[in-house]
C-alpha cells in the first residue's frame, strides 16, 4: 500500500474496540474521547497495515499532545518512532505526515511563511546569548506549536543569528 502524506480524520469514538472499523487506509485516525482525549488510533501512515493507538492522557503513562484548529489542522508531539512492527519514524504536523527516510527534507521547507514570520521575534528573543535551550520548551513558554517553533529555529540557523547543539544537543538553540 502506498504510504501517507496526510492524516483523514474518520471521526471520534468512545471506546477503542469501536475505533478499527473506521480505520481502512495509511493516516486514517480516529480520537478515542470519554470526557478526555484518551487515544489517537492511526493506520500506521507507512502502509504496513498495523493500527497503532498512540497514548494522548498523560495519566496513562507517557504521552503524546495533539494541538487541533481548524485552520491550521492537527499536529501531534513528539514524532512518533513505533519500536515494533515496521519501525516507522513519522511526525504529525499541520494535518501533513512526514514519514523520516522518506520526506524529512520537505519537513522545514513546509511551514506556513505568515504564521512563521509572527513567532519568529518572539523566538527570537527567547533565545539565550550563553548556552541553549531546547525548542519545547521556547514553544511552551509561547504557547505555540513545537513543529513551528523548531522551524523557525533552524531558519535563524541559516541566517546565522542561532546556532544550534550538536549530538545530544541537537534541537537546543541559542544566540549565534
Not at 480516529?30 to 493507538?53: D, H, K, Q, S, T
Not at 541553549?132 to 504557547?143: G, N, R
Request: glycine share 8%; proline share 6%.
Amino acid at each position: 500500500m502506498k504510504p501517507a502524506t496526510k492524516i483523514r480524520f474518520r471521526g471520534t469514538v468512545a471506546r477503542l474496540s469501536d475505533a478499527s472499523a473506521h480505520l481502512e487506509s495509511p493516516g486514517d485516525t480516529v480520537l478515542v474521547e470519554r470526557g478526555r482525549p484518551r487515544l489517537l488510533m492511526i493506520a500506521c501512515p507507512c502502509g504496513c497495515g498495523e493500527l497503532f493507538p498512540i497514548n494522548l492522557d498523560p495519566r496513562a503513562g507517557p504521552a503524546w499532545r495533539l494541538y487541533s484548529d481548524p485552520r491550521r489542522g492537527v499536529t501531534l508531539y513528539p514524532s512518533v518512532w513505533r519500536e515494533s512492527g515496521c519501525e516507522s519514524h513519522y511526525v504529525i504536523w499541520r494535518s501533513r505526515i512526514y514519514l523520516f527516510g522518506r520526506y524529512e527534507d520537505e519537513f522545514d521547507s513546509t511551514a506556513d511563511m505568515d504564521e512563521v514570520t509572527e513567532l519568529t521575534e518572539s523566538i527570537r528573543n527567547r533565545l539565550p546569548s550563553e548556552g541553549l535551550t531546547s525548542f519545547y520548551d521556547i514553544a511552551e513558554s509561547l504557547d505555540a506549536i513545537p513543529w513551528d517553533v523548531l522551524t523557525v529555529c533552524r531558519r535563524l540557523v541559516r541566517m546565522r543569528v542561532a546556532r544550534e547543539g550538536k549530538g545530544k544537543q541537537r534541537g537546543s538553540f541559542g544566540r549565534a
